[in-house]
């Protein structure tokens, strides 16, 4: 039997370090991430632990810290999303990249249809979707918009790396028929 890929989160982390220190370009760092994330969700078995399926019941999802720098750049962590829930649309207020571990994910993109010129008033336009499967990664750059819902009957978990906490960018969340943005800070599990 073929042995599985050993690759654990603090190799993960140093690989995106490295990256964030030699490319400039964020396109750059989403596309080689990217490769590093589906290695990292197919390669669960280096680093991936029961305690990460727990979630926040009134949240809908749980948020498991597993790297982040002294500046909070460079956040690595696991989301847990519970049966039929999710995240309404929101932005990160950086770049992200997210590959499936267990279950997929159905991902709604969006972009602002209004002149942003309103504070707290925006108006959304769906552009796409993806659904996001074991090994699976969706890379998101600065300013993308998107929503996440687990439409299965199982807990789901994704590994989602950031250049910066989502905690600490100033990032949004959108509603979409009341037509508002508010701040959107997550509760973390760990
Ligand atoms: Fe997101």
Request: glycine share 6%; hydrophobic share 35%; with cysteine.
């Amino acid at each position: 039997m073929e042995k599985a890929d050993q690759y654990p989160i603090s190799q993960l982390a140093a690989d995106v370090k490295r990256l964030c220190a030699q490319f400039d370009d964020e396109r750059q760092i989403l596309s080689h991430v990217r490769s590093l994330a589906r290695r990292a969700a197919l390669s669960k078995a280096s680093w991936l632990e029961d305690e990460m399926y727990t979630a926040d019941a009134a949240q809908g999802f749980g948020v498991h810290l597993l790297h982040e720098e002294p500046d909070h750049t460079i956040a690595i962590l696991t989301v847990s999303w519970l049966p039929h829930r999710g995240a309404p649309p929101h932005d990160h207020g950086t770049w992200a990249v997210v590959a499936g571990v267990d279950g997929p994910e159905k991902n709604e993109f969006f972009e602002r249809a209004d002149d942003r010129s309103r504070p707290g008033h925006a108006v959304l336009k769906k552009i796409g979707e993806k659904v996001c499967d074991v090994g699976d990664v969706v890379a998101l750059p600065t300013g993308s918009i998107h929503s996440v819902w687990n439409e299965t009957d199982q807990v789901s978990l994704s590994i989602h790396i950031y250049g910066k906490h989502i905690n600490y960018t100033g990032r949004s969340q959108f509603d979409l028929e009341r037509r508002t943005e508010a701040p959107f800070i997550v509760k973390m599990q760990s």
